[in-house]
T-cell receptor, first 116, second 110 residues
Framework: KAGVTQTPRYLIKTRGQQVTLSCSPISGHRSVSWYQQTPGQGLQFLFEYFSETQRNKGNFPGRFSGRQFSNSRSEMNVSTLELGDSALYLC???????????????FGNGTRLTVT | QKEVEQNSGPLSVPEGAIASLNCTYSDRVSQSFFWYRQYSGKSPELIMSIYSNGDKEDGRFTAQLNKASQYVSLLIRDSQPSDSATYLCAVKRSNYQLIWGAGTKLIIKP
């Protein structure tokens, strides 16, 4: 079974630009979560989608947005990039969003975003 | 105070010894607790989950949960150099959102 696929692996953007990251979950998984990981802050939750609906959202500004398509693939968009947005962005899929106990997160390899 | 707290380490343990990793959380109604391992440059991977008070064993790993004291720990027996990684504690809130600790870096010395 293929794992979670994130594209692209690396991105270099300049301040003020916008960026779109893509995530394809494990086949059959309908829940997709996005995280930002930085050395200082650790893993910070961005949002979670299940069946094309946003179920939870973290404490990030409105410049961070996402969506999920009918095939469960998800995209995350960051507009008006700031230097502080430089981070590893991780996508994780699971079979269900918090329903039942055994729905662990399976992470992709991440997209490393550098804002200059 | 952070919702989920872990000692950042690094925690240095001799090969073959027991490594003990701790995590405390503030949301009393949390019901699900997870330990993820993250190797340098890699993504986190789930190694243990625990939902009930007490111990849960899986091979060399034992997760311990004490809801009254609001802490969860991970013991690694017979530590190997391949166990060197950052261990992330994650707690699922009542609204199903996972809250993560900053992680403890574990170094197993041969």
């Amino acid at each position: 079974k293929a794992g979670v696929t994130q594209t692209p692996r690396y991105l270099i953007k300049t301040r003020g630009q916008q960026v779109t990251l893509s995530c394809s979950p494990i086949s059959g998984h309908r829940s997709v979560s996005w995280y930002q990981q930085t050395p200082g802050q650790g893993l910070q939750f961005l949002f979670e989608y299940f069946s094309e609906t946003q179920r939870n959202k973290g404490n990030f500004p409105g410049r961070f947005s996402g969506r999920q398509f009918s095939n469960s693939r998800s995209e995350m968009n960051v507009s008006t990039l700031e230097l502080g947005d430089s981070a590893l962005y991780l996508c994780a899929s699971s079979s269900a969003p918090g329903q039942g106990m055994e729905s662990p997160l399976h992470f992709g390899n991440g997209t490393r975003l550098t804002v200059t | 105070q952070k919702e989920v707290e872990q000692n950042s380490g690094p925690l240095s343990v001799p090969e073959g010894a027991i490594a003990s990793l701790n995590c405390t959380y503030s949301d009393r109604v949390s019901q699900s607790f997870f330990w993820y391992r993250q190797y340098s440059g890699k993504s986190p991977e789930l190694i243990m989950s625990i939902y009930s008070n007490g111990d849960k064993e899986d091979g060399r790993f034992t997760a311990q949960l004490n809801k009254a004291s609001q802490y969860v720990s991970l013991l690694i027996r017979d530590s190997q150099p391949s166990d060197s990684a950052t261990y992330l504690c994650a707690v699922k809130r009542s609204n199903y959102q996972l809250i993560w600790g900053a992680g403890t870096k574990l170094i197993i010395k041969p």
